[in-house]
């Protein structure tokens, strides 16, 4: 199995690096000084369930890598559109791309088989851009419930999780699934095969289009944000309008706020993607999060108006830390 690793950082390497102890022909697309400590000393992940290093091809440019089975987006969500030059060199006729990103997916509505079939999605697949460069058809979604940090160059600290669910747009358990999820547990990953991922989409969403710009507004840890009453408050309301719109699509999360919130909590004083972007001066993941609920909101015609107010106060954040 040859995987590529497009955008191998925090979770990119993490799983890269798995998949290597697992006997995968992995490279690993990075940039900088982490490139140049891949290279010197490979992936070094410090994890509480053992420290390892994988020795994985590690490289800038993806031709020098050609055509793999998979492809491994670590890249955020609000870069996919422009990575056409980076992964038409990686795909063959039936090469996956499993995307693991935050948020509503822009193969959400793909082969969905209800009322909204075929729908696009535009604030996170803008006038097609998205899927002009990655067919949905090629899609295998990645919901990604472990915790990673870059501690340095080439270094992956991983805190909490291992389980990495994927599934089909269509909801088929595909040999290519199997295929993946196998490799993936070999490395010691949990990695089930969902008939229907959307439902993992939801619950990750759950946390994420809270956590994630409540984090980066005031600059403050999960647990902080757990135990500050006002904020939590803020927090649940924004649960549970999220929720709502989920309900409509048809989607059943399975888990109680409060059970969410207590998981939140017991990660303790980790920053979120968002908060650790914002602190490194990279743009926000934030359309993908809030910009697509609140369009999803509109077209069930589901009221979010603290989701639509977090929004618009993020999105002014957003626009600051770009300029």
């Known amino acids: 199995m040859k995987v590529a690793v497009l955008g191998a950082g925090a979770i990119g ?34 994890s509480p369930r053992g420290d390892f290093t994988a020795h994985a091809h590690a490289t800038d440019d993806p031709a020098e890598i050609g055509p793999a089975d998979y492809v491994f987006l670590g890249l955020k969500a609000n870069s996919y559109a422009a990575c056409g030059p980076l992964i038409e060199p990686l795909l063959h006729d039936t090469t996956a791309v499993v995307a693991a990103q935050n948020g509503i997916p822009w193969w959400y509505f793909h082969r969905h088989g209800g009322p909204y079939d075929g729908h696009r999605v535009e604030s996170v697949d ?23 940090e870059l501690e340095g160059p080439g270094v992956v600290r991983h805190l909490e999780g291992t389980r990495f669910s994927i599934g089909e747009p269509d909801r088929s358990v595909s040999k290519r699934c199997l295929d993946l999820s196998e490799a993936m547990q070999a490395g010691g990953l949990k990695c089930p095969v969902e008939p229907d991922l959307r439902n993992d989409v939801w619950l990750k969403l759950l946390g994420n289009i809270s956590f994630n710009p409540i ?27 999220t929720l709502a719109v989920a309900q409509a699509l048809g989607c059943e999360v399975g888990v109680s706020i409060e059970r969410r919130l207590a998981g939140a909590e017991r990660v303790g004083d980790h920053r979120t993607s968002t908060l650790q972007d914002l602190e490194r001066g990279k743009p926000l993941e934030l359309d993908v999060l809030l910009a697509a609920v609140v369009e999803l909101a509109e077209i069930t015609g589901v009221e979010v108006p603290t989701l639509r107010t977090v929004h618009a106060i993020s999105d002014l954040l957003a626009l600051r830390s770009a300029a």
Do not use: F, N
């Not at 984090?215 to 309008?241: D, P, Y």
């Open 126 to 148: 803008p006038d097609g851009a998205v899927s002009a460069v990655i067919a949905p058809e090629r899609a295998l979604g990645c919901v990604v419930y472990a915790a990673t």
């Open 215 to 241: 984090s980066a507004l005031a600059r403050a840890t999960m647990r902080q944000m757990c135990l500050h009453g006002g904020t939590r408050k803020v927090i649940e309301t924004m649960m549970a309008e």
């Open 13 to 46: 390497a993490y799983v890269g690096a798995a998949l290597h102890r697992a006997g995968a022909d992995v490279h690993l697309v990075a940039r900088g000084p982490h490139l140049a400590a891949l290279r010197q000393h490979g992936v070094r992940v410090l």
